[in-house]
C-alpha cells in the first residue's frame, strides 16, 4: 500500500484505530515510519508520513532516540520506588523485590504500597499509590493478575512514569487493560512476567528484581526476556569482575524491549559492552537500525535461544509469544553486526574477551603449550572455529628457538615442553604477540611438578607482560574450575584464561568476526525503484502451484524474477535446438564477438 | 599375501628379522595372527600361522590377555621402585617424580639412583641401579636422552621388569637401542616422553608422576598419550570425587598401549569407567577387539583428538607418530562402543553422568525448569543434541498440574513458574521420572530470591528424592561456577549437576547412544571366503584412472565390485534398447512375473 500510495504521489495516510486496540497501533509503528498519533476520547487518529528518504528517517530516528531514552528516565533513574504487592508472607515475590531495593542501597525513597500493614521489612506501607507522601517515578506490581490493571490504573492517575509488572499469568483482557492504562498516562511499562530492573550506578543503586544476589557494579548492560538467563547473566558477569551497568528483565515485552535497552547503553556512559537475550523481535527493523548502530560502539552478543523446534515450541509458550523464526533471526544478528552465541556459557566466555583484550585483526593464531597433547586440542579447537594456525617464518622460528629450552618444538603450536621457565614462556609468548604474521596467541597450560618445584609460574608469565599488548593473548588452563576467568594482570588489565581450548577458539572467531565487520563501511539503505513485488510473488506462486515443495526454477522464470526487482542482467536468448541457438549467438554476440552458452536440462544441475 | 596363502592350503610363514627391526616385528604383530618368536642371536625368527578362525582368535587372545595383565604387574603393583636421574637441583623432572612418589606415600620401598649423592629428599642413593639392595619391579628413567640406552640395559641386566621414560627428545638411535633393551630382558617399557604412572590402590600409593598433585582414589582408569591431558583429567575426575583407579601416560607408546591399559582395568576389581586419550593406534584391530569387549562392561570414554588438519598436524609433531586418520578412528570408535567426545570437558561432563546415573532406555526427555527461558535453552540443546522431547499425555498433565503452583505450564518442557516449592518440584521430577513415556529427566534450576526467602532449596528436591531413581535425572543450574559438579544426594549417590544445558544434552545423549549399543547383541567377526581383495582393487583403478576425482560407478562395474566381496546380488541383465528390455524382463521375471526396471543415465543420479 505505501510503495502503490508514494509512486501516486500520495504523502500521508491517515488512520482511526481505537486506543486499546494495540494490534493495529502496534502494526502502525512497525512500518518504520514517521507517525504522528492524537488522542481523541477512546480513538487515536495517526498520520503515517511517506515522504522519508534515509537522512530523514536518520534524523527522525536520532529525535526519537533522544526522547526514547528521556522516556526511560524514570524506569532507569527514579528518585521514588514503591512496590505494590509487598506483604509479609515470605517467599512473596512483592516483598522479595522490596528487600532487595531495601539491602541493594537504593540513594532514593523507597515504599510499600499494602492496606493491611504499617511497614514491611522496615519500610514504611501506604494503603494506596494515591496515599503515598510523593509520587513516585517508579512502580513495581507486584500484586495477583487480576488486580494488576486496577493498579496500572491507579499508578497513571497519580502520576507515576513507569511500571515494571513482575506479576505473570495476565489474561487477554487484563493485559489489554495494563497496556491501556499506560498508553493513556504515558507510562513505560517493563514486563509482564519479569523479574525486575536494576542500575548499579553508585548515585542511585537501583537493584528492583527478585534475583537471589545484587550485581557487581561494571561495564555491561544486560536486557533479557527470560529472568531465569538473566540471573544467570547477572551471576556470570559479576564473577568475572565485568559486573553489570544496567539490567532490564523484558519479559512479555508490552512496551520497554531490547532496542530500548541498546539506545539507553548507547548514551549512559557507563556501559561498553551489551548482552541481550531475545527469544522474540516486536519490531525487527527498528532493532537492526539501532544495533547497527551501536554495534559500530560497543560489542552486542546475544544467545540465539530457540533455534530448534523444540526449543521455539518452548519459546513459544514461555513469552506467549511467536517466536522469530531462525532464518530471520539469524540474517538480523549477521546485518547487524550482534555477536550471536549458542548459550549462555558461550556468551560469559567471548565477553570476556572482549572486555579484556584488543580485537584481533584477523583468524590467524600461534598456538604455544607446554603439553603437547594440549597443543593438539588447542590446534583443532582454533581450526573447527574457522581460525587458522599459519606456518613460521624461519625468522620467527630462529628467534623462537633462541629463547625456549632445548627439545621445544617451533611448530604452530609450539610445544615448548614442561620444564620450559616463566622467563622463557614470556618472551616466546611476547616475540609471537609482535610477529606481523600472527592476529592472536593462544596458549595452553598444563601445571606440573616441575614448574612447582622451581617456584616458576607459567601463568604469571602471561600477566606480568610488559605493557598491554597490541594483540589478544587467551591463555587455556585444561585444569582449571571455571568456564572462563578474568586473570587481573600487572598493568591492570586482564587476561582471560579457559578451561577449554574449544571456548578460547570459539570467543576468538566472535571477536574475529567483529573485527571483520567493524572493518567494512557502515554502508545505507538505498531508496529501491521499479520493484515489482506484486508480479515477483505471481511468478513464485505460479511455481509453488505447480511444485508444491519448491525446487529451481528453469532460466526464463528466473530471469523473470530477477527483473521484478530490476537486478540488472546481461542480454540473453533462449534457444530449443541448435540453428536458434547459433541465430541468437549472432544477434547477442559482444563486440569480441564472443558468447556464452549455457546447456538446460529440467531437473539437470550439474553440467560438467 | 595371507588370502593367497590361506586359499593355496598353506598353514604358517616363517620369517627372520634382525631383533632390533622393529618396524618389520610390529609389522608381523598388527596382522592380528598368532605368532611365535624365538631369538637366535640379533635374529628373531617369527612363525606365523595362519590356520585361525573367530573361536581359536578368542582363545588365543584370551592366554595373550592374561599374560598381558601379568606382564603389567611390575610397572601398576610394583613392590620397589628406583628413580634414575633424580638430581638436586629443583625443577628437574626426576627429582619430580622421586618426591611423587615419597609425598605421595608409596608403600613398597623406594630408592634414588645417582652416583652423585648419598640421598635425594630423603631418600637413599645408589650409585648405580645394580648396587641397590635389591632389585625394583620397576624403575623411573629420567636422564638425559643421551643416558637412556645405558640405563635401560642396566635395568635389563639387572633384573628389573618394567620402565617408565619420562625423558623425551629421543633420537633414532637411541629410541631403537632403549627397544631393544627392553625386548632382549623382557621388560615392560611405559613412554618415552610420558608423564608416568600412577596406582591409587591404598595397599600401594603409587603416585610415579610429575603431576602438580595427587589423585584422589577412586574408579576411573585413565590412558592419555598426552601428560598435559592426563593432568586435566586427573584433576577433573579428584574434583568430581569420581577420582581414579590407575593413571598411565603413555607418551610414544613404544610398549604399553591403550589396549594394555583397557586389559588391566578389564581385571583390576577397583575399575568402572575408562578414560583414554589416544592421538595415535599402533595396532588398532587388537585394540577394536579389545574395546568392543570392555565397553560391554564398562564405559570407554575418549577424547576424539586430531579432528582436523592443524590438529593432525599437531598430534604428528607431538608424539612422533602418523596421528590415525578420522575416518578411520572414528569407525573404530563406533565399531567398539566407545564414547567419543570432542573435548576434556565434555569427557568429564559425560564420565559424570555415567558414573552417577542409570542408563536412559532411550532419547525422550522432559525438561523442567523453574524459569521459563532457561527451559528453552535446555529444549534447544536437547534437540541439538538428538535427544527429543515427547508431548506428555493428558494424564500426565492432570497429574503434574495437581502438584503445581497456579500458572505453572506443563508442556515439555515443565515451567514451574519461580514460586514453586521444594516439595512440589520434587513431585513433579519423581513423578515424570516415573512416566513411562519418558527416558531422563532434565531439572534446569535458577536460584531467585523467592525460593531464598522462604528457605526452600530447589535443587535440594533433587537430591532428597526417595530412594535412587530408575530414570537419569540430570540438573542445569546455569549460575553453577563449575562445568560440572556431582551433588551428594540422600541415597548415598550423586546428581549431576551441568552448567549448560548443552553439556547436560551432550553427556545424556553419549549415554543414550550406549544403551543403545548395550542392546544391540555382541555379533561375532565371520571368516569369509571368495573375497578377491586384488580383482575390486582393480575395479577401482581402472574407474580412478578416467576420473580423477572419484564418481559414481555405474551399475555394471558396480555389480562387477560387490562380486569380489562375494555380496549376494538378485539375478539383473543390463538392456540399452526397448526390445532388450523385454527379452530381459522376460529371462529375469520371478513366479509372480514381475521384474524392477531401473533407468540410467550417466551423471544423472536421481530419476523421478
Redesign the interface.
Known amino acids: 500500500l505505501v510503495s502503490s500510495a508514494r509512486s501516486e504521489g500520495i504523502t500521508a495516510f491517515t488512520a482511526d484505530a481505537l486506543g486499546e486496540n494495540h494490534e493495529v497501533l502496534r502494526l502502525f509503528a512497525d512500518l518504520g515510519l514517521r507517525t504522528a498519533r492524537r488522542f481523541e476520547g477512546p480513538q487515536v487518529r495517526c498520520t503515517i508520513h511517506l515522504d522519508q528518504d534515509d537522512a530523514y528517517l536518520a534524523a527522525v530516528e536520532a529525535r526519537g532516540r533522544a526522547a526514547g531514552v528521556a522516556s526511560l528516565l524514570p524506569l532507569l533513574r527514579p528518585s521514588a520506588v514503591a512496590v505494590v504487592g509487598a506483604g509479609r508472607t ?4 512483592g ?3 522490596l ?2 531495593l531495601r539491602t541493594g542501597g537504593f540513594t532514593g525513597r523507597l515504599f510499600a504500597v499494602n492496606p493491611r500493614v504499617e511497614s514491611v521489612l522496615g519500610v514504611p506501607s501506604h494503603p494506596s499509590v494515591a496515599a503515598l507522601p510523593m509520587t513516585p517515578d517508579l512502580v513495581v506490581v507486584a500484586v495477583p493478575a487480576a488486580g494488576v490493571p486496577a493498579v496500572a490504573e491507579e499508578c497513571g492517575k497519580a502520576g507515576v512514569r513507569a511500571l515494571v509488572v513482575v506479576t ?2 495476565l489474561d487477554r483482557m487484563q493485559a489489554r487493560a495494563l497496556l491501556t492504562a499506560c498508553r493513556t498516562h504515558g507510562m513505560r511499562l517493563v514486563g509482564p512476567n519479569c ?1 525486575g530492573v536494576s542500575n548499579t550506578d553508585p548515585e542511585l543503586n537501583l537493584d528492583a ?4 544476589g545484587h550485581p557487581r557494579p561494571g561495564t555491561a548492560g544486560i536486557a ?9 547473566l547477572l ?2 558477569l559479576s ?1 568475572l569482575g565485568i559486573g553489570v551497568s544496567s539490567f532490564a528483565s523484558l519479559g512479555d515485552k508490552f512496551d520497554v524491549s531490547g532496542n530500548d535497552m541498546l539506545q539507553w547503553w548507547e548514551s549512559d556512559g557507563r556501559t561498553d559492552l551489551a548482552l541481550l ?1 531475545l ?1 522474540s523481535f516486536g519490531n525487527p527493523r527498528a532493532f537492526s537500525r539501532t544495533a547497527r548502530r551501536v554495534t559500530r560502539r560497543i560489542p552486542v552478543l546475544t ?1 540465539d ?7 521455539r ?3 513459544a ?3 506467549a509469544a511467536a517466536a522469530t523464526r531462525t532464518m530471520t533471526r539469524q540474517a538480523l544478528f549477521t546485518q547487524a553486526g550482534i555477536t550471536a552465541t ?4 558461550e556468551l560469559l566466555e567471548t565477553a570476556a574477551l572482549l572486555h579484556s583484550q584488543p580485537l584481533p585483526e584477523g583468524p590467524r593464531v600461534a ?1 604455544v ?16 572455529a574457522g581460525l587458522v ?1 599459519p606456518p613460521f617464518t624461519p625468522a620467527v622460528i630462529d628467534d623462537l628457538l633462541a629463547v625456549l629450552p ?2 621445544a ?1 617451533v ?1 604452530n ?1 609450539v ?1 615448548t ?3 620450559v621457565s616463566e622467563e622463557q614462556l614470556a618472551e616466546c609468548v611476547d616475540r609471537l604477540a609482535r610477529c606481523s604474521g600472527v592476529d592472536a596467541v593462544v596458549v ?1 597450560l ?11 609460574d607459567l601463568v604469571r608469565a602471561l600477566t606480568t607482560a610488559p605493557g598491554r599488548r597490541a594483540r589478544p593473548v587467551l591463555a587455556v588452563r ?2 582449571q ?3 572462563v576467568e578474568l586473570m587481573p594482570a600487572a598493568d591492570g588489565g586482564t587476561i582471560p584464561s579457559y ?4 571456548a578460547a577458539a570459539r570467543a576468538l572467531a566472535h571477536a574475529a568476526r567483529r573485527a571483520a565487520w567493524l572493518a567494512q563501511p557502515a554502508g545505507t539503505v538505498p531508496a529501491l525503484t521499479g520493484v515489482e513485488s506484486e508480479r515477483a510473488r505471481e511468478v513464485v506462486e505460479e511455481y509453488l502451484a505447480f511444485h508444491l515443495e519448491g525446487g529451481w526454477l528453469d532460466p526464463r522464470t528466473c530471469a523473470e524474477l530477477l527483473a521484478c526487482y530490476d537486478v540488472p542482467q546481461l542480454p540473453w536468448a533462449w534457444a530449443e535446438c541448435e540453428d536458434d541457438a547459433v541465430l541468437a549467438a549472432d544477434r547477442l554476440r559482444g563486440f569480441d564477438g564472443r558468447v556464452v552458452m549455457k546447456a538446460h536440462w529440467p ?2 544441475l550439474h553440467k ?1
Request: charged residues 15%; proline residues 4%.
Open positions: 515470605p517467599g512473596s515475590v516483598r522479595a523485590v528487600n532487595h505473570a499469568g523479574l528484581t527478585f534475583a537471589a533479557v526476556q527470560s529472568g531465569g538467563v538473566g540471573i544467570a551471576d556470570g564473577r537475550h527469544e544467545v535461544a530457540g533455534r530448534t523446534d523444540a526449543g515450541k518452548a519459546a509458550s514461555h513469552t549458542r548459550s549462555v556459557g598456538v603449550t607446554n603439553a603437547g597433547g594440549a597443543g593438539v586440542l588447542a590446534a583443532d579447537a582454533c581450526a573447527e594456525l632445548d627439545g618444538t611448530g603450536p610445544d615442553t614442561a620444564v595452553a598444563v601445571p606440573t611438578a616441575v614448574a612447582a618445584a622451581t617456584g616458576d585444561l585444569e574450575d571455571r568456564s578451561a577449554e581450548p574449544q531437473g539437470l560438467t
